[in-house]
């Protein structure tokens, strides 16, 4: 029984290497292609290692292609969406968690909706609403719309926080005298920290490789993000792989840094959503 | 003068000032538009113009379009394709890689991530220079095993484009369906397998009749992201085939695209929309009802 009991073993660990192999080599394959010249990737050497290693194309990409300018958007982005996301929602959270008023559950549910309407069905208004109030074309129009579809899942992991942080905390505070201000910034913020973390990655995940809003809401080529920026080259560089593959791996590779030094708790912030939602 | 904890956490203007900018954002980019296009569902209106009350007639019209029908043929393909795919696949490693002996956990599962974290725009490219019928990876494979055989991926008018499509949409985001599954699987307490063990359960009895069970609450959620995703799936199709060949691939959110931003038909485009959230609430009701539908708890 026990050389079943090996074999077994032996297949089921076989097939998450195969698995691991489906995952990795496509992009080993776009890895040595965006090294390639075209012959060789379409005729020579398809699959196996550059030879010789051409830097060039990665030069290419950048210089014929602004792919910095797309990267700058896609930061300013980034950045004043978390930081207004990470403020709201903490704020709201802090509201609904400990202070009492009238509202405070219908305030709660109705934030929690947020989570169940597929950002497609509110697409059209959304661009006809950004249009109508001046901002089309902006970092704003990307920025706001942003800072919406995150809140109630960053209120939501805020809230479940917040919860686990005892009264006395403040209570002390309280009876010092303090006003409720003091009392949030001084001693609230600083205990969040866990959260926040989560909120910002998941946060900054989402908005960084979003596509679906910044196709429609930025037209502007001196403004597009990252991935809408991409798809302008994709189309430049439709006969000359090498290039296009150079920068898809330069616009992965922030993504991937981040993923290595980070990845522990990126995991571990999408699977509390995962949890936190059921 | 000291306050009671109570008054001060009454204090009306703090609460409001604390929730108001959370709830008027919220309010504003999400809630309003959603109440924008059911009342926009109802016009005829080019997005310049002033917009002409047509009340259902826009619904009649949707469902008399060819399109619609093919629109939500291509989303269950898709919804139905990728969670099996997604699910049944994520279960098989997940549950494998519970085991006690195993080589290399760390890095299978770094590696099952990258997709996930990798901009739309490269997995599309990368997978568009993979199908490519002259160049591209698998027909190269098969040249160099000597087969004749070659696939036009992506340009089938039939079913097999959207499956292209499908297929790498599911590779993309398998990673995180992993993930969630082997928590849920690593969160369950040992002392349910020990029983099992104890009551001479093979592997798989034991996966059949406690893990997967006990598991029914990260199944409703993998299910839900994974089913309501693929019927309203957009970026890979808008990168990839552009709906085509013709309206092969198309899918009810890339219908309502076209129709709101390629056509100027903003009233008939939201009555797409208004489908596409009845579609996605009737499916999530759905699945809530089969699955779990009592709190587990251990």
Redesign the interface.
Known sequence: MKIIEKLK?VL??S???I??V???Y??M??LF?SLKNNEE??FTN??GLPNPIRFGNYLNAVTSFDILKFFRNSTIVAIFSIIFIV???L??S???A????RF?ET?KK??L??L???M??????????VKQLGFANSHLALI??Y???N??FS?LIFYAFLRTIP?EM??SA??D?A???RS?LQIIVPLIKPALATVTIFSF?NV??E??MA??LVRNQELKT???G??SF?GQFSTE?GP??AA?IL??IP??I???IM?EQ??NA??IG??V?? | M??S??S?????K??????F???A??S???????F??LF?SLYEWD?ILPGKFIFLDNFKEMFKDDILYRSLLNGLIFAVLQTVIQLG?AT??AL??L?K????RN?????????V??????VC???L??YNP??G?FN??FE?FGLTYRQDWLSSMGVASIIAVTITCS?QY???QF??IY??AKSIPEHYFEAAKIDGATSLQTHLKVTIPLLA??Y???AIFAF?GGL?A??HI??MTRGGPGTATYTL?YF??RA??RLDQ?GY??AV??L??LQ??FV?LLINRLIAHERITY
């Open positions: 073993s089921l660990q097939f998450l290497w698995y691991f489906v995952s990795l496509p992009l394959y776009m292609f990737i379409f398809p699959l403020i709201f929602s704020m709201f802090y509201a609904v400990r202070m009492t008023w405070r305030a109705y934030m909706l947020g169940f309407i597929p497609q069905v509110i697409m059209i208004p959304l661009a006809v609403l706001i719309p800072i919406a579809f809140l109630s209120s009264i403040e209570e309280f009876l005298g006003t409720i201000y949030f995940l960084w490789n596509y679906t196709l429609i990252l991935p809408i991409l798809l994709a792989w296009m593959g898809m616009a992965s993504m991937i981040v993923y290595l990845g990126i995991e999408l699977t995962g949890a939602k059921g | 000291q306050y904890m109570h001060i956490l009454s204090n009306k703090a609460a409001f000032i604390f929730a900018p959370a709830l954002v919220f504003f980019i999400v809630i309003y538009p959603l924008s296009t926009m997005g696949l098989l490693f494998t890689m085991r002996n195993l080589y290399g890095i299978l599962r770094k590696v099952y991530f990258v997709p974290v990798l901009s739309v725009t490269v490219q990368l997978w220079s993979m002259s160049y990876l190269k494979i160099i590779w398998m990673g995180y993930a969630l928590a849920g609450e990260t409703r959620i993998t309501v309203n957009f970026g808008s990168i959110t309502m695209y709101a931003f903003y485009g939201c929309a208004v596409l959230v996605s609430i999530t």
